[in-house]
């Protein structure tokens, strides 16, 4: 078992390591090295990462306030419904845009364009369950398309589920300088400072997610036309009780929540255009540094930003400021989505496999004869994940003393493997 523990320890922090190295690029640093890159040569990057042996011992297990494997899993589920769903209280704060052409929906119970910041749905039947009027009038059903590209912010996480616990405290930053729960069902107000706010950096709109994702619009006459203005039939009160009524009243909510369902997973919400150049993360520890003491002994669903000191949040507000005056043309165009995908892609089911293998529950004689069965089925799976970074050189050391014999042999895997995927993206930063 325990040449199988050496593996497994390499593909572990070997797969972190390569993220989480990937990942500090994108988390906030990346326009670190974009905007400050004249004082950055290659040659800095490379050896920041040869630097000292002790970087590439297995025996170190990541810091304990480690956060690489917290911002890669959110930035890589950014604007994909279950994660948000699952994790409700968002780190993030993205720029976007939305662009020209894309049609939004408001229900609302009476035929006039909103003249002041209101809600918009990027699905129609999620803005229908808004639409209400009376019986006799019925109600009405607005479509806008975009006339030109809008400047948006995304909160990530449930950010729309007017709740206490976390899923507003991004907004509440922003839109306060601090966690605000007496202002939990203050949306008005929300979105009223949010859009005073967010005017000095001609921001359209701001992005959040409950049963679908929702757009707060600043000015509905500003870069939106409208489309249709149509007077619907009001539907018949939605009866109470579970399981609900069999009328197409409790169909609509049930509607609602289904197109919520339809962006669960990559490439989520297509239609919003997120920026991670310019990506904010409340895990990132140079940047948050209180919240680090804050998250001790948290299960992640209880991780939220209440805790940020005031310093801290006024770190993060002047660096969303910076980046939203900054149009950084200069950008290195790296496509972080898609690298994001494919480390995704190349090692999730792997992985979920590997701990199938590894589950102490799964020793009955069905699936395994012995221990022994069950170490070579694993370090058969790890070699194949490990086969481009196996050098020809890496050969155990045959000892009856494993910890006598080290781990200094597969060491170069490690390296190997976690130097390949962020090197060169680093270098190529450099350059830019
Ligand atoms: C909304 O935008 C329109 C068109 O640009 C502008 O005329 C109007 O003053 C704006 N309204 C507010 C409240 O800023
Ligand atoms: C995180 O942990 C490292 C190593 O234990 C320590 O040096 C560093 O100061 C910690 N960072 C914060 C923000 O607490
Ligand atoms: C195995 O190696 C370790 C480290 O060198 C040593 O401390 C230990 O005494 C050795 N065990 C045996 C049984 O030789």
Redesign the pocket.
Known sequence: MRWTHAFCIILMTCTLSSLSSSLSINDAQIHYFVAESSTFGPEDFQDDHDNGVEQWQLSKEPAANATGHLVFETVSSLLQHWPNTRYRNGHSIVPGVISPGTLLYHGTNHNVVPDHPDWLATDPEHSHAFCHGTTQAGCWHLTLATTRPLRVLYFDGSSAAKMMGGPLDSQDIVAWGKVRPERTYNERQRIADLCAWGHQYSLDAFIRMEWDFEIMLCNFTSGAKVVSFLNLPELPALEKGIPPSQNQAAFRVLEAINAGHWHDRYPGEERIRLDLTRLISFYDIDLVPSLVADRIGKERWDHRLQGADSADIAAVRRRLARDLVSERLEVSGIDWRTLFRVIIKRYAERLELVQYLLNDANSDSEVFHDEYERAAKVQLQLRIMLTPYILHSSIPIPT?????SGLSWPEPVFKECARHTHQQLCLTLALH
């Open positions: 009856s003393n494993f910890s006598a």
